[in-house]
């Protein structure tokens, strides 16, 4: 273990601003509020940071992953990393000559937080903040590659195919577009996303930020051998609460055309994946574009459907109406013995408001069955106002059964069964 650093040093939390992408993961993560953001730029308080790591797991590009021994009086300040468009260099440190001979020599580095056990919280600050889902994968998921594409090195990637995979006649234009690579490696795994860098410029001049979209295709591609991938991207043209937005990147994708080349960055992601054994079962919870990574592991279990490998594979998914699911036709045409398939919608003509957590404490039992098998995993995609209502189905129906949620909670995390991905 390494030596405790001397009163005058700081071991300095920064992110790097080439390969954050800005989806705000680590600012909602942080339980002291040491992270906070502007137009260009997420940065890290120095005099609120604790080196609680709770912002290292979900980040899902490593960029959070960044320390610096600095002498605590030349601590960059927050003002400071605002204006950074890389990391600086590391400095020399020369009041720190006897901690580097007791063994700080490699703690600068940019690997130096693996050594959880330096700058841990208290005791009082850990245990008042729990994630809702695992910061590790499931034992058997095959190992992601990550950051192989970055802001100043992008892949140039081909548009082969963009569908409007929703009603023509609803408010949600949701399309399914698909980029291929040529002979360039771009390896991804199910779960996992990418970052497209939408041209042009912000209004303070500055080029725009990547935006994070999530994999609809499995790991040998939307065409089965072929060196491409798919995205589900709508297109944003109001916020969450209604108002008027035009979303940059949602609606210059869903405008591209056949032929048409994209700069991508990535891909990101290595902890929300699906399990590599045999058997494997799993319950899907999604709502509208957070059905890409469900599609992507459907399309995985559809395409060895043969071999006997599959597990179970049990969907929840929600949206308004029928004609707002994207997917909705090839979905329904899945043997229903494949896959148990389940919608909430919330407002379709004629029938009562539904949502997935309803359907989750509807089939109570079949849910039951499969938390109670190890080899089953949880993944939930969409909005994040949907995590507690899920947990508290997910409780509800544990407690029903006389069980203690909160040990069956602790052990999905830990196990790397329980995913969340949520915007």
């Known amino acids: 273990m390494n030596a405790p650093l001397p009163a005058q040093v700081l071991k300095q939390h920064l992110i790097d601003p080439e390969i954050c992408i800005r989806c705000n993961t680590c600012e909602e993560t942080c339980p002291v509020d040491a992270i906070t953001h502007d137009s260009n730029n997420y940065v890290v308080d120095p005099d609120i940071c604790n ?8 980040c899902p590009t490593g960029s959070i992953d960044n320390w610096r021994l600095m002498v605590r009086s030349e601590a960059y300040s927050v003002q400071e990393q605002f204006g950074w468009e890389e990391l600086p260099k590391e400095k020399a440190l020369p009041v720190v000559e006897e901690a580097t001979a007791a063994g700080l020599s490699g703690a600068a580095s940019d690997d130096a937080s ?16 729990t994630l809702p889902g ?13 950051n192989l594409y970055t802001h100043k090195a992008p892949m140039t990637a081909t548009v082969v195919g963009n569908y409007r995979v929703t009603g ?31 041209p042009g410029v912000d209004a303070q001049g500055r080029p725009h930020h990547a935006r994070q979209y999530s994999l609809a295709s499995p790991r040998d591609g939307e065409r089965a051998g072929y060196n491409n991938l798919s995205l589900t991207v709508k ?3 109001e916020d969450h609460g209604g108002a008027a937005a035009h979303g940059v990147c949602s609606n210059y994708l869903c405008d591209l055309a056949k032929n048409d080349t994209v700069q991508v960055i990535g891909p990101f992601g290595h902890t929300f994946l699906m399990p590599n054994h045999p058997r494997a079962n799993l319950i899907m919870i999604c709502t509208g574009t957070g059905s890409a990574p469900m599609r992507a592991m459907t399309e995985r279990y559809r395409r060895r459907m043969d071999t006997g490998e599959n597990g179970k594979l049990m969907l929840f998914f929600g949206a308004r109406t029928e004609r707002e699911l994207p997917y909705f036709g090839p979905l329904m045409k899945l043997p229903r013995d494949f896959i148990d398939i389940n919608l909430a919608l919330s407002r379709e003509p004629g029938q009562p408001k539904r949502y997935v957590q309803d359907l989750i404490r ?10 109670a098998d190890r080899n089953t995993c949880i993944y939930v995609c969409g909005l994040k106002g949907m995590e507690v209502g899920v947990l508290d189905a997910l409780r509800d129906v544990t407690m029903q059964a006389g069980q203690d949620w909160s040990i069956l909670h602790d052990v999905l995390r830990r196990e790397g069964r329980l995913h969340f991905e949520t915007y």
């Open 51 to 58: 080196g609680c790591m709770a912002c290292v797991p979900p």
């Open 114 to 129: 693996d050594d959880a056990s330096e700058g841990a919280a208290p005791p009082s600050a850990q245990a008042a903040f």
């Open 134 to 146: 695992a910061s590790v994968p499931p034992w058997s998921a095959a190992h992601p590659y990550v």
């Open 168 to 198: 023509a006649d609803t408010e949600s234009d949701i399309h399914h577009i698909v980029l291929d690579f040529g002979e360039l490696p771009f390896p991804v795994l199910e779960g996992q996303s990418i970052g497209i860098l939408p």
């Open 235 to 237: 297109r944003v043209t």
């Open 362 to 371: 509807d089939r109570a039992g079949q849910v039951r069955d499969l938390l």
